[in-house]
């Protein structure tokens, strides 16, 4: 079973997850991060609350968060249409993963950016900063560690998402497992993908704990 | 001295949380208060008195709930937002726990305020040297707080506080966190900025150490209201209140040995008198007194001795002592439930 076809077929499925992965994970980054900043930041003890607008966005993100991916896939499938003109493949994948995502995105960045100590922000705010030099030079500065720790747990997470995406027509490796493992029931190829995704999340893992601890100024061992 | 002078005015200053809800506490009510340019000004309460709440209400951490506050003649409490970020930035502060930027180093700390009032990379990284120069960290410019001591992170506040040019420095407990040897070092810091940048300072502290090594006048704060304030030494020598009885006598408070002597509380301050006035006292009432504690401090540059001594308990010996001691000119008060 594994000859040169098999190989092909399990590098595509490696470069479609991780296109899939990287792509929705950048899209929600780009939504999430700003969402989960003003979420930190309009909370009743933030430096601008606005406990309307906090509610709408967290209400929004809790209930995109507990619609199970799986469902959430299938109820997007005419969105997907509407802004990829499929549902199938890769690409189209990209939008339910980015629609689940977001919002992990943002409440991972929202609990980061409120762990800043709020002395830091305190002493900032004395020396007459505006609440946008405190986002970006103080809360996105002093964030940073916790930051890079929730991007990793977001990556595996998306990484787990496009996986299930093979279930309607995804592609990627988890699109391999369903048709090879559960339609076609040959195992073997099933575990193998299986140790490629361990593999996959262990990298991402130890990469996020490592630049993590890398970057944390805050420790005496840091020189 | 002139009104002129004044560069913080508080007029009926209140703080009220949670106002009109069952929650309602009054952190600070009716507050009035006069510092003057270039003095170092202290605040002394214990804690729950509201002292910082107070402080943070001269630059408007927090909004006071009531009264207004004017630093150099102008009204603070009525600004807008962008003109109060402007006047922030001519009063500098400083915090028990530093509130240093973390994952920057000390040189980037210090250029945080130049770099917010549109100094460029260049030219704050310049001025932050100067300063980390002047507070005497000029080796530790690349070190991150973790790396340094509590004495070399407050440094880097000061700094810190400093790259504005301040007109005034607040000081919230700033040396509370901090070792005695540390302490000392760093208030003897905090008075060489004020006597030669001319800073004026306000200390914000619950250590009448803090209040007697460095201020000039004091304020006492308790239960929300000033309760006293003056010349420290005026404070020291004749403490009108409980609150401010009880934060200048020796640490740990002061028990009689039993229930029934009266206790005295003796000033000295070097000029009153060279006789030795207990051992006189003693012989010419022909009876002892116990010494229940006594030490020595130093104020605004002068040593000041202050003694308590609990009196005999037999009938008229007290008065006959409190009348010598009258008649020998020493300033006594008479301790009672402290």
């Keep these: 079973m594994f000859d040169s076809k098999f190989l092909g077929l399990i590098a595509t499925g490696f470069l479609e997850t991780v296109y899939m992965t990287v792509s929705a994970s950048l899209i929600s980054y780009i939504i999430g991060l700003p969402l989960g900043l003003f979420l930190s930041v309009s909370r009743p003890e933030g430096i601008a609350p606005n406990p309307g607008l906090n509610r709408f966005f967290g209400t929004v993100v809790n209930l995109l968060r507990s619609v199970p991916f799986v469902i959430l896939l299938v109820a997007a499938i005419p969105l997907t249409r509407f ?33 800043v100590r709020h002395g830091v922000i305190e002493a900032a705010q004395s020396m007459g900063a505006t609440n946008m030099q405190i986002i970006t030079r103080v809360i996105l500065r002093e964030a940073v560690p916790s930051l890079i720790t929730g991007a990793a747990s977001s990556l595996i997470t998306v990484l787990g998402f496009s996986a299930m995406a093979g279930v309607c027509g995804g592609g990627g490796l988890g699109s391999i497992v369903i048709n090879y493992g559960y339609y076609r029931g040959e195992t073997g190829i099933m575990y193998v993908l299986i140790v490629i995704l361990v593999i996959m999340v262990q990298i991402i893992q130890e990469a996020g704990a490592r630049l993590s601890v890398k970057a944390d100024r805050n420790t005496k061992n840091n020189n | 001295m002139s009104a002129n002078d004044v560069i913080i005015h508080i007029e009926g200053l209140g703080k009220t949380y949670d106002e009109g809800k069952e929650t309602e506490v009054k952190a600070l009510e009716d507050v009035n208060l006069d510092i003057y340019r270039g003095e170092i000004f202290g605040i002394i309460g214990l ?27 102008q009204e603070i409490t009525g600004m807008d937002e962008a003109d109060l970020r402007l006047a922030r930035r001519k009063i500098g502060m400083i915090f028990q726990d530093f509130n240093l930027l973390e994952q ?23 001025r932050a040297a100067e300063l980390l120069d002047r507070v005497g960290l000029s080796g530790r410019a690349g070190a991150f707080p973790s790396q340094l001591s509590g004495g070399q992170k407050q440094r880097v506040a000061i700094a810190r506080a400093l790259a504005s040019d301040p007109e005034v420095l607040l000081c919230d407990e700033a040396v509370s966190a901090l070792d005695p040897t540390t302490t000392i070092q760093i208030l003897e810091l905090l008075q060489e900025i004020n006597r030669e940048l001319g800073v004026t300072i306000v200390m914000i502290t619950h250590e ?72 006189n006292m003693v012989l010419s009432c022909g009876e002892p007194v116990s010494i229940v504690a006594a030490d020595t401090k130093q104020i605004d540059g002068k040593t000041f001795g202050q003694l308590i001594i609990q009196l005999p308990s037999g009938t008229g010996s007290a008065e006959r002592m409190m009348a010598y001691l009258d008649s020998e000119n020493i300033t006594y008060t008479e301790e009672t439930d402290v």
């Excluded at chain 2, 402080?55 to 009264?67: F, H, K, S, W």
């Excluded at chain 2, 920057?104 to 310049?126: H, M, Q, W």
């Excluded at chain 2, 007697?212 to 020598?237: L, P, Q």
Aim: with cysteine; glycine share 8%; charged share 20%.
């Design chain 1, 83 to 115: 802004v990829m003109g499929t549902s199938i493949g890769s690409s189209a994948t990209i939008v339910p993963l980015v629609i689940a995502s977001f919002p992990i995105v943002a409440r991972s960045v929202e609990a980061s950016a409120s762990s």
């Design chain 2, 104 to 126: 920057v180093n000390a040189l980037d700390n210090v250029c945080f305020p130049l770099r917010i009032s549109g100094y460029t990379k260049l030219d704050a990284e310049k």
């Design chain 2, 208 to 279: 009448m150490k803090v209040i007697e090594k460095i201020c000039s006048r004091v304020a006492i704060i308790a239960d929300s209201h000033i309760v006293e304030s003056g010349n420290v030494s005026d404070v020291f020598r004749n403490p009108r209140t409980d609150a401010a009885k009880k934060l200048i006598l020796p640490s740990g408070g002061v028990e009689p040995f039993d229930g029934n002597g009266r206790l005295l509380r003796l000033v000295f301050d070097g000029t009153t008198t060279d006789k030795p006035i207990v051992a």
């Design chain 2, 47 to 73: 804690s729950g008195a509201g002292k910082s709440t107070l402080v943070r209400c001269i630059n408007l951490l927090e909004r006071p709930t009531a009264g207004r506050v004017f630093i150099s003649g």
